[in-house]
C-alpha cells in the first residue's frame, strides 16, 4: 500500500465546476504539498500546508492532520486548469524527503 | 527572486552510453538540493538529496550517482544507461533547514535506446 494514496485518478469536468482532489496518507508528517504537472512536464507548487486551510485563487487546499486528509479544490474550473495534480508530503521519518502520491488527472473540457 | 535551471529539456541516448545532467539555482546560497525521478505511468520517487556541496544522500539504489561541485550545481550521473533509466527527471532545491517548500526546474526527458 502506497503511503500517500490519492482519489481520483482521473477526473474529467465541465467548465465552471466545483472540483474537489482527495489524497490521505497513512505516516506522520511535518508538511504536505500540492503539486500542479501540466502536460509538458514541469511542476508548479500550489500550496505548502501543516494544518488548517489555504487558498490562491480559486484554489483552496485544506488538511485534517488527525484523519490524516487533505483536499485540493479549484472553484470555477477552467480548461486551463486541466493538468496533472500531485500530492505529497513530508514526514515518515525524514525532514527533506517528499513521497509523492501517483497524482489525479483532470481535464476540464469547455 | 530564486530561480532553478535543469537542462537539457530533453535526450536521447544509446544504452551503455554515459550521462550528466545539471542543475543549477540562482538567487539562493546553501539551498538543499534534490533529483527525483518519474518513471512512465509512476509517480515521482525521490533518488538523491544534498543539504551541502560534497554531501550527498542517496534513496534508492540504482544505476546513477549525484554529485555537488559547487554550492548551487547539482548534477546527475550515470557511466553506462539502461533502458530503465528512461523517464522524467526534475532537480528541485528548497532552503536550508527540514520542512521547506520544494521548488521545482523544468525536468529533462530522457529516452533511452
Known amino acids: 500500500k502506497n503511503e500517500v494514496e490519492q482519489s481520483p485518478q482521473n477526473l474529467t469536468a465541465q467548465e465552471g465546476e466545483f472540483i474537489t482532489i482527495n489524497c490521505s496518507y497513512s505516516?506522520?508528517?511535518?508538511?504536505l504539498h500540492w503539486l500542479q504537472q501540466h502536460p509538458g512536464g514541469g511542476i508548479v507548487s500550489l500550496f505548502m500546508l501543516s494544518s488548517g486551510k489555504k487558498k490562491h485563487g480559486r484554489l483552496i487546499a485544506t488538511i485534517n492532520i488527525q484523519e490524516k486528509h487533505s483536499s485540493l479544490h479549484i472553484t470555477a474550473s477552467h480548461p486551463r486548469d486541466s493538468a496533472v495534480y500531485i500530492c505529497a508530503v513530508i514526514g515518515g521519518g525524514s525532514n527533506y524527503k517528499l513521497t509523492f502520491g501517483k497524482g489525479t488527472l483532470l481535464t476540464v473540457n469547455p | 527572486s530564486q530561480t532553478i535551471h535543469q537542462w537539457p529539456a530533453t535526450l536521447v541516448q544509446p544504452v551503455g552510453s554515459p550521462l550528466s545532467l545539471e542543475c543549477t539555482v540562482e538567487g539562493t546560497s546553501n539551498p538543499n538540493l534534490y533529483w527525483y525521478r518519474q518513471a512512465a505511468g509512476r509517480g515521482l520517487q525521490l533518488l538523491f538529496y544534498s543539504v551541502g556541496i560534497g554531501q550527498i544522500s542517496s534513496e534508492v539504489p540504482q544505476n546513477l550517482s549525484a554529485s555537488r561541485p559547487q554550492d548551487r550545481q547539482f548534477i546527475l550521473s550515470s557511466k553506462k544507461l539502461l533502458l530503465s533509466d528512461s523517464g522524467f527527471y526534475l532537480c528541485?532545491?528548497?532552503?536550508?533547514?527540514?520542512?521547506?517548500?520544494?521548488?521545482f526546474g523544468d525536468g529533462t526527458r530522457l529516452s533511452i535506446l
Open positions: 528541485a532545491w528548497s532552503r536550508a533547514g527540514a520542512g521547506q517548500p520544494q521548488h
Open positions: 505516516v506522520g508528517i511535518s508538511a
